[in-house]
């Protein structure tokens, strides 16, 4: 698939899975495209600092869009393949942690 080769990950990375200086254990590889920048930052917190404007959430009916990038295999999951996906890469099967995403799509 075309949409699994590199993507651009913007933020405070310290590795090439995606993990950043606010979430890095073992299952935090995962990055979330922004809707307000229609880029990928692996946190919230890396959004903050670097992006210089307010996030957006998703809503509801826009979740068919491929807003999550799992580190590891660098596939990308629409946000609600990742909400049915059991926090477990439907790709490469490694689990993916909610703590990253979840403060930009459940508590915005
Ligand atoms: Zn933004
Ligand atoms: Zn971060
Ligand atoms: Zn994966």
Redesign the pocket.
């Known amino acids: 698939m075309l949409e699994n080769t590199e993507v651009d990950v913007r933020g405070k990375l310290t590795d090439d899975q995606t993990r950043c200086v606010h979430y890095h254990s073992d299952n935090d590889i995962i990055a979330i495209k ?6 990928f ?1 692996p946190c919230y917190s890396c ?1 903050e600092e670097l ?1 210089g ?4 959430q998703w809503p509801k009916n826009e979740w068919n869009t491929k807003a999550i990038l799992c580190g590891n295999c660098r596939a990308q999951l629409t946000i609600e393949e990742y909400m049915n996906s059991n926090h477990q890469c439907p790709n490469c099967k490694l689990p993916l942690t909610r703590t990253a995403a979840g403060t930009i799509i459940y508590t915005l």
Do not use: G, N, S, W
């Open positions: 922004f809707k307000c920048c229609d880029q930052y959004h992006a404007h307010v996030a957006k």
